[in-house]
């Protein structure tokens, strides 16, 4: 059975702090998507990163970056010097590969506060 | 360009009625998914729908629920006999044969009363 995990519910922090929030899978396919969509007050989700199972590089885009480490089957987002902005719902999720790769399959988020 | 557009934004509707939810995907994307996320809780997935092939209803939670597609255009999402446990945000998402992400509308709150 395929299965997220974001342990951490709820996560308070003061601006510019770093922050990382955890995500840890199951799956028994080999190859597979991870994805990680931020959901801000307004509700709408947003896409943030794709990652393929085959592809253990970590990626950073300006503030963000992320962890893939297939050996714990984690994929771990980290925000450096958080801003207000960042406060949300962080979401991380895991599909099947390829074209006909199904549903995304969600952790319950983790809820990120982030104070001036 | 656009995006997944859904409507409507808001539906409050009695138990025991029937609702129709509407999502038009962006253009060219073949696939489509419903979703429903109750009140502080993640996605939990319903139907999936692949260019010409048979939806994939696994997710749906009783025979209540069912959804069309026409083509790779708009679907729309029935809920009949609306229960309390129904109340939910139900979000529609498309996405390209590549990339592979899938694009989020700003979803449909049903309250049912």
């Known amino acids: 059975a395929q299965k997220v995990t974001q342990a951490q519910t709820e996560i308070s922090v003061v601006e510019k702090e770093d922050v990382t929030l955890d995500c840890v899978y199951e799956?028994?396919?080999?190859?597979?998507?991870l994805f990680w969509y931020k959901q801000p007050p307004s509700g709408e989700l947003v896409f943030l990163i794709r990652?393929?199972?085959?592809?253990?590089q970590n990626e950073i885009s300006g503030r963000y970056s992320w962890n893939f480490q297939k050996s714990t089957s984690s994929f771990n987002f980290t925000i450096t010097a958080s801003q207000v902005v960042d406060s949300a719902v962080y979401f991380c999720?895991?599909?099947?590969?390829?074209?006909?790769?199904?549903?995304?399959?969600f952790g319950k988020g983790t809820k990120l506060s982030v104070k001036p | 360009g656009a995006g997944v557009s859904q409507s409507p934004s808001n539906k409050v509707t009695e138990k025991g009625k029937d609702v129709e939810l509407r999502c038009d995907p962006i253009?060219?994307?073949?696939?489509l998914y419903w979703y429903r996320q109750r009140l502080g809780q993640g996605l939990e997935f319903l139907i999936y729908?692949?260019?010409?092939?048979?939806?994939?209803k696994s997710g749906l939670p009783s025979d209540r629920f069912s959804a069309e597609r026409t083509g790779e255009s708009v679907s729309t999402l029935t809920i009949q006999r609306t229960q309390q446990e129904d109340s939910a945000v139900y979000l529609c998402?498309?996405?390209?044969?590549?990339?592979?992400?899938?694009?989020f509308g700003p979803g449909t709150r049903l309250t049912v009363t």
């Open positions: 998402a498309s996405r390209a044969a590549f990339p592979y992400e899938q694009y």
């Open positions: 729908f692949q260019g010409n092939s048979a939806p994939d």
């Open positions: 990652r393929n199972s085959f592809d253990e």
């Open positions: 253009s060219g994307h073949t696939a």
């Open positions: 799956t028994r396919d080999t190859t597979y998507y």
């Open positions: 999720a895991l599909s099947g590969y390829g074209g006909s790769q199904g549903n995304l399959i």
